[in-house]
């Protein structure tokens, strides 16, 4: 189960939190995996610590906001690598505040990353798959798609652009064989939420820590190997009777919480 040993795998934002885990589940696997990454230098790092078994990796400094260099890069990674067997769009930014604390600046700037980042990589693809018969496209949505997130208004509303996107997308293709879901977890204990306590809590950083925790009904947050093995398994061909499906993984937290 599991092999991607012929398969290439495209993962955005792949330096580091979860996609860093996706990036070494999938080359525990034997992918051949090109990371896509604004810095460059941990993508790199990150590439030098995978077991030599897995296939070939590559890393690329792109801004995924750029669909010239998105398009470009793709078209590179596919010479590089025979082809785009499958494109993770993991990379995005957060934004805090609700709308009176957005600024059109701030709002843009959520939408360019996290909406248009998405569709640039998706579009740069979407041939080279068609061309193919077959590819799989997985999206990084969240819980904040479906609910109502406290000072997340931009951010919410780009993921569920993201869900309707790739509800799209998968309907759109199906007659190609190019399968497309997306994964919707809740928090997600990443470099981000351990800046984010650094900045806005100092000294308190333990404590707001327990208290982010304490609100999934498990008690903790996620860890980035179990989003990681979640999209593992929607990538694989064991899951090849999947389509148009948004997973939602979050310790309970959008059943117990309704």
């Known amino acids: 189960m599991f092999d991607f040993r012929d398969k290439s795998v ?118 080279h798959m068609r061309s193919r018969n077959r590819g799989v496209i997985l999206n990084m949505c969240s819980i904040a798609a479906t609910l109502g997130i406290p000072d997340r208004f931009a951010y919410s509303a780009t993921k569920g652009a993201i869900r309707s996107m790739t509800f799209a997308v998968a309907k759109d293709y199906l007659d190609y064989n190019i399968r497309c879901n997306c994964i919707s977890p809740a928090r997600v204990h990443t470099p981000f939420v351990d800046d984010y306590l650094k900045v806005n809590y100092p000294g308190k950083e333990a404590e707001m820590f327990k208290k982010l925790e304490a609100t999934q009904p498990v008690g903790r947050m996620a860890k980035p190997v179990e989003i990681a093995n979640l999209a593992l398994y929607l990538c694989s061909d064991e899951a090849s009777f999947i389509t148009g499906t948004d997973y939602t993984i979050d310790g309970g937290f959008v059943t117990l919480n309704t």
Do not use: W
Request: hydrophobic share 40%; with cysteine; glycine share 10%.
């Open 10 to 127: 495209v993962i955005t934002g792949g330096g580091s939190g979860i996609g860093a885990a996706m990036v070494e589940r999938f080359a525990q696997h034997g992918a051949s995996i090109a990371i896509l990454e604004l810095d460059l230098q941990k993508a790199e790092k990150l590439a030098s610590e995978l077991p030599q078994s897995s296939g070939k990796t590559r890393c690329y400094q792109v801004n995924i906001a750029d669909q010239q260099r998105v398009t470009q890069v793709i078209n590179q990674v596919v010479d590089e690598l025979g082809t785009v067997d499958i494109l993770i769009n993991n990379a995005g930014i957060s934004q805090i505040g609700r709308l009176d604390q957005t600024d059109e600046q701030d709002f843009d700037k959520v939408f360019a990353v996290n909406v248009k980042g998405a569709y640039n990589c998706m579009y740069a693809v979407i041939e």
